[in-house]
């Protein structure tokens, strides 16, 4: 069974930064790729970054770009997120995911919580 784990998220004021990890375990998984997504209250979960391991193509959402980087390490299938410059509507449930290829996302973690306050 493949688990993703997020740690790192909390409560930070508008400008401020935060770190996200992603550690995943359990049987050997495809790990094609490893990525973020977030969640608001009221809105459905989008798509934050992403990073494919193959080719280390990276892609972020126009609305993190120039704000936030991912990076990590395939072998040991760990996934960060550096926010940087947070703003109010980051506020979000985010979400680990991994894929087992080109336009999957078949591993889920739980979430962690990021509140940016004014």
């Known amino acids: 069974q493949v688990q993703l784990v997020e740690s790192g998220g909390g409560l930070v004021q508008a400008g401020g930064s935060l770190r996200l990890s992603c550690v995943g375990s359990?049987?050997?998984?495809?790990?094609?790729?490893m990525g973020w997504f977030r969640q608001a209250p009221g809105k459905e979960r989008e798509f934050v970054a992403a990073?494919?391991?193959?080719?280390?193509?990276?892609d972020y959402s126009t609305y993190v770009k120039g704000r936030f980087t991912i990076s990590g390490e395939n072998a040991k299938n760990t996934v960060y997120l550096q926010m940087n410059s947070l703003k109010l509507e980051d506020t979000a449930v985010y979400y680990c995911?991994?894929?087992?290829?080109?336009?999957?996302?078949?591993?889920w973690g739980l979430g962690t919580q990021v509140t940016v306050s004014s």
């Open positions: 990073v494919t391991w193959r080719n280390n193509f990276i």
């Open positions: 995911a991994a894929g087992n290829g080109p336009q999957q996302w078949n591993y």
């Open positions: 359990g049987r050997t998984f495809g790990n094609y790729r």
